[in-house]
Nanobody, 123 residues
Framework: VQLQASGGGLVQAGGSLRLSCAAA????????MSWFRQAPGKEREFVAA????????YYADSVKGRFTISRDNAKNTVYLQMNSLKPEDTAVYYC?????????????????WGQGTQVTVSS
């Protein structure tokens, strides 16, 4: 499975961005998808997850209520809508996939990774 993330950029605090992750997969709905992020000097951390069918989602406490993960299985794409962005959200954001329908939250569970897209939030 190849994953291509896009949509990052520079935004002021309080602003919004929508990240996209396009997957080259024959049976996209059979993969649970997650977003992770890595800030300079920090470990990669979980952000949001969604099950294969899209019915179940899960968020890190730090983004709950501000970020929304969704997917369009007809387009083989997962999204991360990010609202009320804060400077501490600045990081490289990665989409990842795991074979199986149940959502997951740990980096080591990922089978495939996208290349990452930079999100910078200015104060």
């Amino acid at each position: 499975v190849q994953l291509q993330a896009s949509g990052g950029g520079l935004v002021q605090a309080g602003g919004s961005l929508r990240l996209s992750c396009a997957a080259a997969a024959r049976t996209f709905r059979s993969y649970a998808m997650s977003w992770f992020r890595q800030a300079p000097g920090k470990e990669r951390e979980f952000v949001a997850a969604i099950s294969g069918g899209g019915a179940s989602t899960y968020y890190a406490d730090s983004v709950k209520g501000r970020f929304t993960i969704s997917r369009d299985n007809a387009k083989n794409t997962v999204y991360l809508q990010m609202n009320s962005l804060k400077p501490e959200d600045t990081a490289v954001y990665y989409c990842a996939a795991r074979s199986g329908s149940a959502y997951y939250t740990q980096t080591y569970e990922s089978d495939y990774w996208g290349q990452g897209t930079q999100v910078t939030v200015s104060s």
